[in-house]
């Protein structure tokens, strides 16, 4: 192979890994924002169901409600919020698993790009 072949070639890999690189930054910043939100929303969520059974419970209180009005208003409180954290953990164990997938291939593109390299510089 010509010299000159092997420099444009060699400048191909690592323009290959830069690009490679650029993007898994890109993608890892993406992940942890998106984590980031998934953290935020069912802790707002919890609030929100904490309030709920709070205000629930005094609008029962005004109303001089019997005691078993207080136990279903909780129970059902409870299921939905049970209802959303189940959501919450398929839906982030699906992100967390594209992005353990996504981080896979990329290991495997920039052991094969690093592979090339060496390979063509090790040539004569």
């Known amino acids: 192979m010509k010299e000159e072949q092997k420099r444009e070639l060699i400048k191909d890999i690592r323009s ?4 490679l ?20 929303t069912n802790r707002q969520l919890g609030q929100f169901y904490q309030e709920t059974n709070a205000k629930v419970n005094l609008v ?3 109303m001089d409600s019997a005691p078993e009005y207080y136990s279903k208003a909780e129970k059902l409180n409870s299921q939905l919020q049970e ?25 495997r593109q920039k052991i094969n790009l690093e592979d090339k390299l060496s390979k063509l510089q090790m040539e004569k």
């Open 83 to 107: 209802m959303t954290n189940d959501i919450y953990q398929r839906e982030q164990r699906s992100l967390v698993n594209n992005w353990e997938e996504y981080e896979h291939s990329y290991r």
């Open 21 to 40: 690189e650029d993007e898994f930054y890109t993608k890892r910043r993406e992940f942890n924002e998106k984590l980031a939100l998934f953290n935020q």
């Open 60 to 62: 029962l209180k005004k």
């Open 16 to 19: 290959k890994q830069e690009q």
